[in-house]
């Protein structure tokens, strides 16, 4: 009898299991159509936020009334939503579920507030009719005010005719699509009506907006009421993917990084192919295979893989267009992430450009780093991509194009007129420095005048700037210089005297520049000195105050030409190669180092062939953090030190 029960439990239990497989299987296909799982799906993977923002619901601290809940493209936000909607109702909470995708885009104020207004009602009518109606006769709804004064009316009227033991949980999805105004107003609402809420609401909103852009739209006043999760990637034994397929999923994970939807996608994928344990005794070099010729070679074949490639294209294409520069170069950023393993992040708080990638879901943060998301998006999201979207960019807005070329550019030739110029060149000539540079500098301004591109025709500038620099103000020694006896006539007339003050000139000329530049015209400074200047600290301000209003990198290189023996101190040359290295952390617009200072000596200049070599070196996506060969031999103990501060290889 005890075998017989024994026999028939064992069948009963794989019964279950089939019906279990077949149920799941069936819940993949409602999975695999890129929208959220339900709340009680089979397939649902748990992650740490899920009970992290659970505690938070449960908690009913005083001084937190909103959480912000951060997830890129696909990561499971709208599941992991329904997932808490789902757990809350079972404990007979109220909960409203208002997903901005599903309306109409973008949502403006009006229709944002309207909408949850309606909804919050609708809510309350189906558990309470008389509580409804006593808040509607209180409300007046056709009132001529806007619909955000409204809102907030009714937030208040609810407030007041709530018991303390009522409580509603409102989850607001995909918050990016409001208009950043409605963001903010709406924020302002619930800081305003903070105090109010008794433990009666809490809004749980769920966005693709990078949190630090989300607590800048918010305003710093709301921030002490809300507080802000990450969704992460997959980790661990997604034992509901893996059906006790460890081993798979293990591999699985690596090659999508735990993102949500593609892994759903590839365990989906997997099942047939590698359903027998014997396939598992080389299953790395398998797996790896696989996913190169079925998952890669043919990711437009399947169609989820597709709407997820999709989705993260659009996200750069259909984006706000105030946002349109910023994304251009973002995916420049992008670009010189795709050549290396990581990128630092900047003072540990990642730049513009990073936080709206990482916003896309291309990259992700480890540590005080960020890189690409997976080695799939690595090999799908390449080079020729980023190329594809910048080029929609530029059809549906400006021409934004970093220029590594050195054609189409102002250039500005500042000369060093201070009394130290008259001493001669080195012990082996005597001739005076600013003498001596006359011919270099007339060379260099020819050589940028007479320069054109012998593929596209196209030439740097028609005249460049020719200023020379002492006193500690705006030269009145600038000027326009088309041609080469210009050059000649100026060096005659100026009479080499006082100090060494660059910082007013260098402001003046680059700060004019930036007010009246063409579009897209970048800008080359060359500046010829015999020592260090006397205005140091003014100096690296304003770099950095230039650096800071550029776009990119490229669209400045300022090339210091050291003149003869004076030039080789070891403080003198140590002060001029940090700059070199950007060793004072100048940074761009978007927060991102703006490496744009070469240091070169006269004679190295003129080795290379002049100043457009010598600016081409660092015109290139990374500008590369090198020594020359010359530092090494003549201060051997600079270059160690400088080796290792800056990690050169």
């Known amino acids: 009898m005890i075998y017989r029960e024994s026999i028939v439990n064992c069948i009963m239990r794989f019964i279950h299991k089939i019906l279990d497989f077949i149920d799941r299987l069936n819940d993949y296909h409602d999975g695999l159509k890129g929208t959220a799982l339900p709340s009680d799906s089979p397939i649902y993977v748990g992650r740490e936020i899920d009970s992290q923002v659970y505690l938070l619901l449960k908690s009913n601290d005083p001084n937190i009334t909103t959480c912000y809940v951060f997830g890129t493209p696909q990561s499971g936000k709208s599941s992991l939503a329904l997932r808490l909607i789902g757990i809350l109702e079972k404990e007979d909470k109220s909960c409203i579920f208002f997903p901005v995708k599903t309306k109409v885009r973008p949502l403006n104020g009006n229709s944002f507030f309207s909408s949850l207004a309606h909804d919050i009602l609708h809510r309350i009518k189906l558990e309470n009719e008389e509580l409804e109606l006593t808040i509607k006769a209180n409300w007046l709804e056709q009132d001529s005010q806007p619909w955000m004064s409204k809102f907030e009316e009714l937030l208040k009227i609810i407030l007041q005719t709530f018991t ?39 809004f749980v909103i769920f966005g693709g907006l990078h949190p630090k852009n989300f607590e800048n739209i918010a305003d710093p006043k709301t921030q002490t009421i809300f507080r802000v999760f990450h969704i992460k990637s997959f980790v661990g034994e997604c034992r509901s993917l893996a059906f006790g397929m460890t081993s798979l999923m293990q591999e699985i994970l690596i090659w999508t990084g735990g993102q949500p939807l593609m892994t759903l996608a590839i365990a989906h994928l997997t099942r047939r192919k590698f359903a027998k344990k014997e396939q598992w005794d080389n299953l790395q070099s398998l797996f790896e295979d696989f996913i190169k010729h079925k998952v890669i070679d043919n990711w437009e074949n399947h169609s989820l893989l597709a709407l997820h490639k999709q989705s993260i294209s659009n996200y750069f294409i259909r984006g706000s267009p105030e946002k349109k520069r910023i ?3 973002a995916l420049e950023e992008y670009k010189s992430i795709l050549l290396q393993a990581s990128r630092q992040i900047s003072h540990i708080e990642e730049s513009l450009t990073q936080r709206i990638l990482i916003e896309s879901g291309l990259v992700t943060k480890v540590g005080d780093a960020i890189m690409i998301a997976n080695p799939i998006y690595r090999q799908i999201f390449n080079r020729q991509w980023t190329n594809s979207i910048q080029q929609s960019i530029h059809l549906r807005g400006e021409q934004m194009k970093p220029s590594y070329s050195i054609c189409d550019r102002d250039f500005f030739f500042l000369v060093d ?61 600038i000027y326009g210089v088309l041609d080469l006896t210009t050059v000649q006539e100026k060096f005659l007339d100026t009479k080499p005297a006082g100090d060494t003050y660059i910082a007013p000139t260098f402001s003046h000329l680059l700060s004019q520049w930036l007010r009246d530049r063409q579009q897209g015209r970048g800008a080359g400074v060359v500046i010829y000195l015999d020592g260090l200047v006397d205005d140091r600290p003014e100096f690296i301000q304003a770099v950095r105050k230039i650096a800071s209003e550029l776009d990119h990198h490229s669209d400045l290189k300022i090339l210091i030409v050291g003149i003869g023996d004076a030039i080789n101190s070891y403080k003198t040359v140590k002060w001029y190669l940090e700059l070199d290295l950007n060793g004072h952390d100048f940074r761009d617009s978007s927060n991102n180092p703006c490496n744009i200072a070469i240091f070169n000596r006269m004679d190295d ?41 800056y990690n050169i290889p």
Request: proline share 3%; aromatic share 10%.
């Open 327 to 329: 994304e251009f170069y």
């Open 417 to 477: 007129a201070s009394a130290s110029m008259r001493l001669p060149v080195s012990n082996r000539k005597n001739k005076k420095r600013f003498d001596s540079i006359q011919e270099s500098v007339q060379g260099h301004i020819d050589e940028i005048l007479s320069y054109q591109d012998s593929d596209t025709g196209k030439k740097i500038c028609d005249d460049v700037t020719l200023a020379f620099f002492n006193i500690d103000r705006k030269s009145n020694r």
């Open 605 to 645: 200049v003129n080795e290379l062939g002049g100043v457009i070599p010598a600016i081409e070196k660092q015109l290139i996506e990374e500008p590369k953090a090198g020594l020359d060969d010359w530092i090494n031999e003549e201060f051997p103990d600079l270059y160690a030190e400088l080796k290792e501060k």
């Open 164 to 202: 303390t033991e009522y409580k509603v949980y409102i989850f607001i999805d995909d918050i990016q699509e409001l208009e950043s105004n409605v963001i903010q107003d709406f924020m302002k609402i619930i800081k305003k009506l903070n105090d109010s809420f008794q433990n009666n609401l809490f």
